[in-house]
């Protein structure tokens, strides 16, 4: 197992392990994100001083004034369309999740990113302003952004202060590829367990790709055929199955179960509802 994996029970109890992102795919999405903000104020700029509609005398002023009513508003809004993701955290993929293993928050999200102004951009604003009074004021801000900058080096999780302030963690997100055998491990058979549209709606591909993970391999030792157990029995509660599924059968129970998911949900792609996690009817809701 990777060093960077983190084990996190989310609320239906079944422990779903993460890869916890490196410094170097954080810093790269960070940069990414400020080339897309900066960059694309500056290129605006750019129009209206060749424009003539703007004095060179107010562009550091009216600049530095800008980008902070952009950039909040892009992270903020970005990760809670994308579900924990910026444009950069997508090109890089990574994603923020809640630490607890629930559903990442609007709360958790303008927290995080607020504590960002405070963390980074607004004492490097201050510092490139040059309106300090006082060096010590300045010597200041300038250990407190190398202080800050330090914190995800020297935690295992690397957390900086608004993931701890939030609740959240950033971590790998590759893309999901759900491989054909499974699927069609038992197609040509008659199911054993059948399963309506009321039932398949409740999961998502990234549930899906968690439940092909852990039936990629037949369950020999007893802390295997208990997890085993343990995922059928979460899933009928969660589904609300009601016909009776008996303990020699949840082997069989969870491959037809991820057989009819996995059509299901390319059924749905078919017709352009792209159904992310168990949260999809959350996220339209709102």
């Known amino acids: 197992m990777s060093n960077r994996a983190e084990n996190i029970r989310p609320p239906e109890g079944v422990p779903i392990s993460f890869e916890i992102a490196s410094g170097g795919s954080r810093f790269g999405a960070q940069f990414l994100d400020i080339l897309i903000t900066f960059g694309g104020l500056l290129l605006l700029f750019i129009g209206l001083i060749w424009a003539g509609l703007i004095a060179a005398s107010m562009l550091a002023t009216l600049f530095l004034l800008l980008i902070f009513f952009i950039r909040v508003p892009y992270y903020i809004f970005s990760e809670l369309v994308w579900n924990g993701r910026t444009l950069g955290k997508r090109i890089v993929k990574i994603r923020v999740i809640s630490a607890d293993g629930g559903r990442l928050t609007p709360h958790q999200?303008?927290?995080?990113?607020?504590?960002?102004?405070?963390?980074?951009?607004?004492?490097?604003?201050?510092?490139?302003?040059?309106?300090?009074?006082?060096?010590?004021?300045?010597?200041?801000?300038?250990?407190?952004?190398?202080?800050?900058?330090?914190v995800p080096l020297i935690n295992k999780k690397h957390l900086r202060l608004g993931d701890m302030i939030a609740g959240t963690l950033v971590v790998d997100n590759p893309k999901a590829i759900l491989l054909p055998d499974l699927a069609v491990r038992k197609s040509v058979q008659k199911p054993t367990f059948v399963f309506d549209a009321s039932h398949l709606d409740v999961y998502g591909r990234y549930e899906l790709q968690t439940l092909e993970e852990i039936l990629r391999e037949s369950p020999k030792s007893p802390q295997a055929i208990a997890r085993i157990s343990e995922v059928a029995r979460t899933i009928q509660r969660k589904i609300d199955y009601v016909e009776q599924v008996l303990p020699t059968d949840y082997w069989d129970f969870l491959s037809e179960f991820y057989r009819q998911q996995r059509e299901y949900l390319e059924s749905r792609q078919l017709f352009g509802d792209a159904r992310e996690s168990k949260f999809h009817n959350k996220n339209k809701q709102e």
């Open 109 to 150: 999200i303008v927290a995080r990113n607020l504590m960002k102004e405070v963390e980074v951009f607004m004492p490097a604003t201050t510092l490139m302003s040059g309106t300090l009074e006082s060096g010590w004021v300045g010597l200041a801000l300038g250990g407190w952004m190398v202080g800050v900058l330090l």
